[in-house]
């Protein structure tokens, strides 16, 4: 089946660790995001990547980083800079063709920091 | 700057009746509107889209309504069932632009009831 997979689904880190979220795609699309959501909010926009060894700082980028090596994964890291860690973590995929350019969402990684 | 709001942070409906929820935007560049589904501790999932190019589309039981003059859209469900029960995210974006990104409202939580 195609779709997007994040993993884990539940992720408790220290405060003070760097954590790396996962984020893979067997759609074939260009396009990738990462979004965060935080309770009574709509979703922001951390990072994303509209190809391969590219991607560009979203709305919210301070204390996160990204790599886009394979057109498959997009993963995202959390570090100890990131001030509020604490959220429902959202990747998205989007296609380039009509009909194909709408961002599609995987399930999400609820990160908590303790 | 909230660009796409959500005005009512929820709506509750009885099973048969018709549910109205609204957005509104202000960044007059958009042309692309979205509305998403969401349960809680899941991805959210696409529902419907409407081109600033209509007035209306219509999928189902579910019918956005756009006025651009107004920088309004709305979405119906008719006949709402309980199983609509969910926040629904309203999403808008300049399709004319690089990376399509997409700009959140904060959701509106419907509550159908039996």
């Known amino acids: 089946d195609g779709g997007i997979t994040q993993s884990p689904k539940y992720l408790f880190r220290k405060e003070g660790q760097n954590v790396t979220l996962s984020c893979e795609q067997n759609l074939n699309h260009d396009a990738m995001y990462w979004y965060r959501q935080d309770p009574g909010q709509g979703l922001r926009l951390i990072y994303y990547?509209?190809?391969?060894?590219?991607?560009q700082k979203g709305d919210i980028a301070e204390g996160y980083s990204v790599s886009r090596e394979k057109k498959e994964s997009f993963p995202l890291t959390v570090t100890s800079a990131q001030k509020n860690p604490t959220a429902f973590y959202l990747c998205?995929?989007?296609?380039?063709?009509?009909?194909?350019?709408?961002?599609?969402f995987g399930p999400g990684t609820r990160l908590t920091v303790l | 700057d909230q660009q796409v709001k959500q005005n009512s942070p929820s709506l509750s409906v009885q099973e048969g009746r018709i549910s109205i929820l609204n957005c509104d935007y202000t960044?007059?560049?958009?042309?692309?509107f979205l509305w998403y589904k969401k349960y809680p501790a899941e991805g959210p999932t696409f529902l419907i889209s409407?081109?600033?190019?209509?007035d209306k589309n219509e999928d189902g039981r579910f019918t956005v309504f756009l006025n651009k003059s107004a920088k309004h859209l709305s979405l119906h469900i008719v006949p709402s069932q309980p199983g609509d029960s969910a926040v629904y995210f309203c999403a808008s974006t300049n399709s004319g632009g690089s990376n399509y990104k997409l700009t959140f409202g904060k959701g509106t939580l419907l509550t159908v009831n039996p």
């Open positions: 990547s509209q190809i391969v060894n590219d991607f």
């Open positions: 409407i081109s600033s190019i209509k």
């Open positions: 998205a995929s989007r296609g380039q063709y009509p009909g194909t350019d709408t961002q599609y």
């Open positions: 960044n007059s560049m958009f042309d692309y």
